[in-house]
């Protein structure tokens, strides 16, 4: 067995841009400007950049980076592609300082680029969780430190008013989660959030907090776990698959991301749900992983420009 490190995509450049596209124009090259699919013209010799197309229609010139989450960068695609294996392999995410010592770039790129790489991680769309009847987890956690919260009166340090809230779901079947921030933990807040992602027809599974009670109505069935009376469950009704789904996620945003702003959060989310999403547990390898991740990097928006965490 040879090493997936030694693979030539992630060492010569005109390889690596050969299988980018592969992956993103499996049906040939496209071009960005009209859309029109396969028969262009590749630009080659000494002085071209390597990657270059040129339209047979429109006669504009085009690169497989233009449109995806490349676009733009001064980065090597070979270190595009060994950043996203190193981010989609590591079970607890790797930080923008490993990301810059391992790859050898500047700690501003590596920053830069892994912040590109989760928005490729953010999950397409799919059907809503529990369509087939089966058990769907609610359940809320809190997270660090919201500095964009005033503190309210004296309560300063207690209760988690000043923590970034964070609700999640994870369908029992699909063995699927989503997670997202919340602005507070109101019934009013959460129950919409719950019906746009939830089937009516599924079981719905939470805790007592009284924000799910009236949310939990529009279900086939409500199922609660009473930890007030110290119960963990009875039968399948626990929230035992959505309690670990946040282990991992606080142990690697505790131990690789030192935590993060309010405002990245989101992005984090988006990188523990991908990885969880398409983890080994349901049948999906490492390289797999990367392969999947990187078909991800196409019509993404990229607003951000700022560095600061
Ligand atoms: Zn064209």
Same mark, same amino acid.
């Given at each position: 067995m040879t090493s997936i490190l030694s693979a030539a995509y992630?060492?010569? !450049? %005109?390889? $690596?841009? !050969?299988?980018?596209? $592969?992956? /993103?124009?499996?049906?040939?090259? #496209?071009?960005?400007?009209?859309g029109v699919i396969g028969g262009h013209y590749q630009l080659k010799g000494e002085s071209t950049r390597i990657g270059l197309w040129k339209c047979k229609d429109c006669r504009k010139p085009f690169t497989v980076k233009m449109g995806t989450i490349f676009e733009k960068s001064h980065i090597p695609l070979?270190?595009? /592609?060994?950043?996203?294996?190193?981010?989609?392999? %590591?079970?607890k995410g790797i930080s923008s300082n490993q990301l810059h010592r391992t790859l050898g770039i500047t700690l501003k790129s590596a920053w830069f680029m892994s912040h590109r790489i989760r928005e490729a991680m953010r999950s397409g769309e799919f059907a809503p969780f529990g369509s087939d009847g089966g058990a769907v987890e609610?359940? !809320?956690?809190?997270? *660090?430190?919201?500095?964009?919260?005033?503190?309210?009166?004296?309560?300063? *340090?207690?209760?988690?008013?000043?923590?970034?809230?964070? /609700?999640?779901? #994870?369908?029992?079947?699909?063995?699927?989660?989503? %997670?997202? #921030?919340?602005?507070?933990?109101?019934?009013s807040t959460l129950a919409? /959030?719950?019906?746009?992602?939830?089937?009516?027809?599924a079981r719905l599974i939470t805790d007592e907090a009284a924000y799910y009670t009236i949310v939990g109505r529009e279900f086939a069935e409500h199922g609660v776990v009473r930890h007030q009376a110290g119960e963990y469950g009875r039968g399948d009704i626990h929230t035992n698959t959505i309690e670990g789904y946040f282990s991992i996620f606080k142990r690697g945003m505790? *131990? #690789?991301?030192?935590h993060c702003g309010h405002h990245h959060l989101n992005r984090y989310l988006a990188e523990f749900d991908f990885r969880y999403n398409n983890r080994k547990a349901l049948g999906i390898e490492d390289r797999e992983r990367?392969?999947?991740?990187?078909? &991800?990097?196409? &019509?993404?928006r990229l607003t951000y420009e700022t560095t600061s965490e």
């Amino acid at each position: 067995m040879t090493s997936i490190l030694s693979a030539a995509y992630f060492h010569n !450049e %005109s390889a $690596a841009y !050969e299988f980018v596209e $592969a992956r /993103l124009w499996p049906n040939g090259p #496209v071009c960005p400007h009209c859309g029109v699919i396969g028969g262009h013209y590749q630009l080659k010799g000494e002085s071209t950049r390597i990657g270059l197309w040129k339209c047979k229609d429109c006669r504009k010139p085009f690169t497989v980076k233009m449109g995806t989450i490349f676009e733009k960068s001064h980065i090597p695609l070979r270190l595009w /592609l060994q950043a996203i294996f190193l981010i989609a392999c %590591s079970k607890k995410g790797i930080s923008s300082n490993q990301l810059h010592r391992t790859l050898g770039i500047t700690l501003k790129s590596a920053w830069f680029m892994s912040h590109r790489i989760r928005e490729a991680m953010r999950s397409g769309e799919f059907a809503p969780f529990g369509s087939d009847g089966g058990a769907v987890e609610v359940d !809320e956690t809190f997270i *660090g430190h919201d500095k964009t919260i005033k503190p309210k009166g004296q309560k300063k *340090g207690r209760g988690y008013h000043h923590k970034n809230k964070v /609700l999640a779901l #994870v369908d029992r079947t699909t063995g699927r989660a989503i %997670s997202m #921030v919340v602005d507070d933990v109101k019934a009013s807040t959460l129950a919409p /959030l719950i019906k746009a992602n939830v089937a009516r027809e599924a079981r719905l599974i939470t805790d007592e907090a009284a924000y799910y009670t009236i949310v939990g109505r529009e279900f086939a069935e409500h199922g609660v776990v009473r930890h007030q009376a110290g119960e963990y469950g009875r039968g399948d009704i626990h929230t035992n698959t959505i309690e670990g789904y946040f282990s991992i996620f606080k142990r690697g945003m505790k *131990g #690789v991301y030192h935590h993060c702003g309010h405002h990245h959060l989101n992005r984090y989310l988006a990188e523990f749900d991908f990885r969880y999403n398409n983890r080994k547990a349901l049948g999906i390898e490492d390289r797999e992983r990367a392969e999947i991740l990187l078909r &991800g990097v196409k &019509g993404r928006r990229l607003t951000y420009e700022t560095t600061s965490e």
